[in-house]
């Protein structure tokens, strides 16, 4: 699996948007980029895919460099519940069989009231 | 709508004793597995199944046995309980194994081992 790097942690306050940065230099060119939170005491959650257009869904939209080389998850208008660790995940749609979701250490997200 | 519900929510053991961990899914998803989080780790997975009767290891799997007798249920067993074995344990499922598919977690059993 790709290597992704994410900043240990990141503040921001209620009701701001939120930018989420995430690296992934050695992505291929198939290889999807998947974002998942984890809040506290709950498991991981999926939150938003994509793989070279920017997407958007409810919870958030996800911004991709041209070169693919990054990726930004945007938090519109962050609420306190959104406080939670992060993770920026590639998945290869060719591989099969080991179904392995790489958690790194993401990145903690703290909103200030 | 349910989606995937883990029983217990916690759990103490004392060394050597087995138990089951329940894992159920009602969105029809044929892909499930088992993650265990150990604390200043990544999730790392136990073992997935592929669909019913069709399962396979991970990335950690001794001391753990699973079955898939039906689409819903993936129980994962531990066979005889170590301290080492103390984690959270999370069930995952998906309706594919390709890489645009989003995985649904439940939220997770949290084991100890005295």
């Known amino acids: 699996d790709a290597k992704t790097t994410q900043p240990n942690s990141m503040e921001s306050n209620e009701e701001e948007p939120v930018h989420l940065p995430c690296n992934h230099s050695t992505i291929s060119g198939t290889d999807y980029i998947h974002w998942y939170r984890q809040l506290p005491s709950q498991g991981p959650e999926y939150v938003i895919h994509g793989l070279t257009s920017n997407v958007n869904n409810r919870m958030a939209s996800l911004a991709i460099a041209e070169d693919r080389k990054s990726s930004t998850l945007i938090l519109h208008r962050a609420t306190l519940r959104d406080a939670a660790v992060y993770y920026c995940?590639?998945?290869?749609?060719?591989?099969?069989?080991?179904?392995?979701?790489?958690f790194g250490q993401g990145t903690r997200l703290t909103i200030n009231p | 709508n349910a989606g995937v519900t883990q029983t217990p929510k916690f759990q103490v053991l004392k060394t050597g004793q087995s138990m089951t961990l329940q894992c159920a899914q009602d969105m029809n998803h044929e892909y499930m597995s088992w993650y265990r989080q150990d604390p200043g780790m990544g999730l790392r997975l136990i073992h997935y199944?592929?669909?019913?009767?069709?399962?396979d290891q991970g990335e950690v799997p001794n001391g753990y046995n699973v079955s898939r007798s039906t689409t819903e249920d993936f129980p994962l067993r531990l066979l005889s309980a170590a301290p080492s074995q103390t984690s959270v344990y999370f069930c995952?499922?998906?309706?594919?194994?390709?890489?645009?598919?989003?995985?649904?977690f439940g939220s997770g059993t949290r084991l100890t081992v005295v």
């Open positions: 995940i590639l998945r290869d749609p060719r591989i099969q069989g080991a179904q392995k979701l790489v």
């Open positions: 995952a499922s998906s309706y594919s194994n390709t890489g645009w598919a989003g995985y649904t």
């Open positions: 199944s592929v669909g019913a009767g069709i399962t």
